[in-house]
């Protein structure tokens, strides 16, 4: 069954005569394919259309002289902020993007996308599923309705003839030895983890990269918007409430390098139950030194941990709760990623993704003008 397409790119040591003879082989070592391919010159690229899964898999694993990845029409669950790093991320890496909302949202009215309105019921999401290959959410919601709009895409997966990809919303910690932490989360994931371990018939993974390095710079240079409380660093009060001593290691990783690697992720076909990435395993305290370093002073205190039960014990708020529960997930052990796995993983998925350190992703925002595109 055709999956999508496939770019074969030169490498730059290789001819466009020497690509051609390779891919010729490649072809006929397979088996004949009825008019699968054309050549740009524009772009030294051929393109392989309506690639079958089998095929691209034994392009794959031929040893030429050929770059291949596999092009996919991409749905994103959600048109919030998160999405804005996947729409470009995706359209970067070739795919086709589509993004599934509830209302029109002005950023996603664009020529290069498709904006599909839906109601997340099953019906809705099987017809707006029905000619993509994969699904990546990146809804937030701390209610049990994640659960059940997460639910619902996996079950319009299950349905479709196509769409066998699925990266639910995660984005946390080490759930491998954590899976309970942060508390809140437990609630409206695990449905969503035990329904998709009981299930064969779509691919998935829960994806995961610790704390977002994005709030360390301002908000005019991101698309996160601020969460007060909920994250250590607050710029809009210069505050750094750092949860238990600030010396327990935790990892940073930028929305942007999560995009790119999930585009690139979305290319392979042997993903595992938990998938890891990190740009910077470090602690909080070195965090507020190296801002303070670049000359953010901020008002930094402590937030140990019997402070912390006692704001869940007490209960004020719903917001106060969330918040104790999100430091006491950064003191447990659970922000800091399984280290083998993340070696493992970078090597087996996201060759070629430079992912930023604390001190690169802030050099890097030094140089952004605020009308230039979020880093």
């Given at each position: ?10 490498q ?21 394919l ?8 524009t ?12 095929f691209?898999?034994?392009l ?23 999405s ?23 950023w ?9 309105i ?156 938990t ?72 090597h ?28």
């Amino acid at each position: 069954m055709p999956v999508g397409s496939v770019h074969i790119c030169k490498q730059d040591n290789c001819e466009d005569n020497l690509i051609s003879i390779e891919f010729w082989k490649a072809l006929e070592s397979f088996g004949k394919l009825e008019n699968p391919w054309q050549y740009c010159n524009t772009r030294s690229r051929l393109y392989l259309q309506y690639c079958t899964l089998s095929f691209y898999e034994h392009l794959r694993n031929q040893k030429l002289h050929l770059k291949v990845f596999l092009i996919m029409r991409v749905a994103i669950a959600g048109a919030g902020d998160l999405s804005r790093y996947f729409v470009e991320e995706l359209l970067s890496a070739s795919h086709e993007v589509v993004v599934l909302s509830r209302r029109e949202k002005e950023w996603f009215k664009r020529d290069d996308i498709s904006l599909r309105i839906t109601d997340y019921s099953v019906p809705s999401l099987i017809k707006e599923l029905d000619d993509c290959d994969a699904l990546v959410s990146a809804l937030l919601d701390y209610s049990m309705g994640s659960a059940t709009a997460h639910l619902a895409l996996l079950e319009a997966c299950k349905q479709s003839p196509k769409c066998k990809r699925y990266i639910p919303s995660e984005y946390g910690g080490n759930i491998d030895e954590h899976p309970d932490q942060p508390t809140f989360y437990y609630a409206n994931h695990e449905p969503v983890r035990k329904a998709l371990r009981e299930q064969k018939e779509v691919m998935w993974t829960l994806f995961n990269l610790g704390w977002l390095m994005d709030y360390l710079i301002p908000q005019n240079l991101r698309y996160i918007k601020d969460i007060g409380d909920f994250y250590p660093i607050n710029l809009d009060n210069n505050t750094l409430k750092i949860p238990g001593t600030g010396n327990e290691l935790v990892a940073l990783t930028s929305a942007r390098d999560a995009a790119r690697a999930i585009a690139q992720l979305v290319n392979h076909v042997d993903w595992e139950p938990t998938t890891y990435i990190c740009g910077e395993t470090t602690t909080w305290n070195f965090v507020g030194d190296e801002l303070a370093s670049r000359g953010l002073k901020l008002a930094r205190s402590y937030r140990p941990i019997e402070l912390l039960e006692k704001e869940i014990a007490d209960a004020e708020s719903e917001d106060k709760v969330l918040a104790a529960q999100y430091d006491m997930w950064s003191i447990s052990g659970a922000g800091f990623l399984p280290q083998e796995k993340l070696t493992r993983q970078a090597h087996k998925y996201f060759k070629g993704i430079k992912f930023r350190t604390v001190d690169e992703f802030l050099n890097d925002s030094t140089k952004q003008d605020s009308s230039d595109i979020a880093i």
